[in-house]
């Protein structure tokens, strides 16, 4: 049966069928089986086709490895290319300048910016001031969509100059970077950064005060966790219930599994739960290093516990690592100095290479082994939303039965609403909502 | 057969570049998107270092790679636009042209292939509503067969380029009259 008002029919059974999930990256679909009122099945089914590119990078160079898989998202390709640098640098011993680090470290904040920005205000929150899109939300907040954008623009310029442009970028190297850049030249970004720490922190505000839907789902939260710093290149897997591993060792907690309705490999912890990554379970596991500016900002929510269980409120954390990623990014700026060399020189060899880094959307691992020349012969490669897909599928199951008894359009947002909260990048590309209501027969 | 992108003719422009650039008075401004480097989603590039052998004076082409909403608020007030990309869902060397009028609502019916964080539609109407006036203007796009790692386009595809420029060369003329 089609077109009805409420979701759950008299009988209790039926499902639900989300058939394109818009606003996200990439091509998914979510289907739900209720019966008798209690949800049988949630699953998250990702048809985007395999894209093998843990095959295309066979037999290539570490830094061919690089340019290739900055090409599996147009949204987080710097998350890619950072995994994949410092585990080639880690397994073969290739100390960097750094001057070099630093320079890594403001291209990531710049993808974060670019990318929270993005989903922040326009994949986001139309939801929450109740738009269908974000072009009818520009009709009326105008002001709000030239700050994300100007937000979005500022992450930009960042990943453009030092990453050589702003899609895929081209300028990381194994060792370092393509060319060494100027003082000046980094310097140059100071004043965008300042007006976008501005918006930032704006954008905080904005975001807290959001009529939010309650929801408390108990979960694990995985993160890196860094002594000094707000992770994002380096630190160790940590997780809310105690797990400790260094960036190497991901596979030893947590393995992937082939599902039926999934083109996506879906990653659980070995003892089968899923787990949820990205920038609640950062905030969570790692807030006591966010930079000041952004752990004031934090502070001034009064949100962070919330933060921790409602994956509604992840707005407000991915606000706040947009303050932390442009203050940081200031910092970087205003303490650059040139390295001796753009890059360190270094000898290809065999090696078995692994590492983790934070990619906007959350932990993300990949794994090489190099042979005697050098060259890739086998890879493996774990984006977040692989690893998220199990716990959003588990939240949906816990979060759906209080929404079934809405009308449809109404349980239709709060279940999209919920699934926007976990910035799934299915590959990347975003269409449309087309929901169907079928009973079981 | 196969075609290369001949290097140096389709440069990448940094987007403050083109926001610079912008600022010239120009009948129509051509954004080509597309990547040299992922097989027949460059076949627009290699359009366009055809196109510029022979552009008139107030055309502007611009080589945007992902269609940016920014890239869309560069455009002149008064200019017209002709976005040329390549397409999924229409056979391969088939070149086809979409008005912008009244795409917006129609998402359905242009699914990027490539990392779009939004749709062609979303993009342009967004522009539009931070414009505060309707873009005027084509789409044209190109049927491609192999959108992989690698410069070589699908046979069909390398043979279109010349007709797909021819077509772009047309939308122009069109949107200048």
Redesign the interface.
Known sequence: MHDVNKLLEPTGDLAIDIAGLTRVEGEGSLRLQVRNGVIEQAHLEIFEAPRYFEQLVIGRTPDEVIDIVARICGICPVAYQMTAVHAFEHALRIEIDPAVRALRRLLYCGEWIESHALHVYLLHLPDFLRYASAIEMARDHRATVESGLALKKAGNRVVELVGGRAIHPVSVRVGGFSRSFRRAEIVALRETLETALDIALETVDLVAGLDTPEFVRDGRLVALRHPTEYPMNEGRIVSTDGLDLAATDWRSAFREDQVAWSHALQARGRDGRPYLLGPSARITLAGDQLHPTAAAALRRTGLAEEIAVNPYRSIVARAVELVDATAEALDLVEAYEPPDAAATSWRPGPANAAWATEAPRGLIFHAYELDDRGLVAHAQIVPPTSQNQAAIESDLAAFAPRVLDLPRDEATLRIEQLIRSYDPCISCATHFLDLSVETVP | MTLRLPVGRAP?R???DRSARATQSVAVEVLVCG?PD?GDDGAPIAAAAVLRQDMAGDVRVRIV??L???DLLAVSADARVVIVDAAVGIRAGQIVELPLTGL?GR??RL?????????FP?VI??AE??RGRPMRGLIVAIGGRSFG?GAAFSPTVARAIPALATAVRDAIGRLRD
Do not use: K
């Not at chain 2, 699914?111 to 749709?119: K, M, N």
């Open positions: 990448w940094s987007r403050t990547s992922r790679g992902q940016d909403i920014d917006v998402e359905d699914r990027p292939r490539s990392s779009h964080a939004l749709a979303e109407g967004l509503v931070m790692l």
